[in-house]
């Protein structure tokens, strides 16, 4: 993974971040993380499959620090 795509990862986590805690994990799609950082749909896909793997990084992330 380049730079360029850890800095992205982690543009993405913060963008579901924000987004799971404002309208909670259920009504925020893909799509809406998507729009959040400016990258197309399947742009997202290349990182996660699915917003459960999405969390999984984000409560990892919270866990190592």
Do not use: P
Request: net charge neutral.
């Amino acid at each position: 993974m380049t730079n360029t795509d850890r800095e992205k990862r982690e543009l993405i986590l913060e963008a579901a971040r924000k987004l799971f805690f404002h309208y909670g994990f259920k009504k925020t799609a893909m799509a809406d993380v998507a729009r959040e950082v400016d990258l197309a749909v399947g742009t997202l896909y290349n990182f996660f499959s699915t917003k459960q793997e999405i969390v999984l990084a984000c409560a990892e992330q919270c866990m190592t620090g």
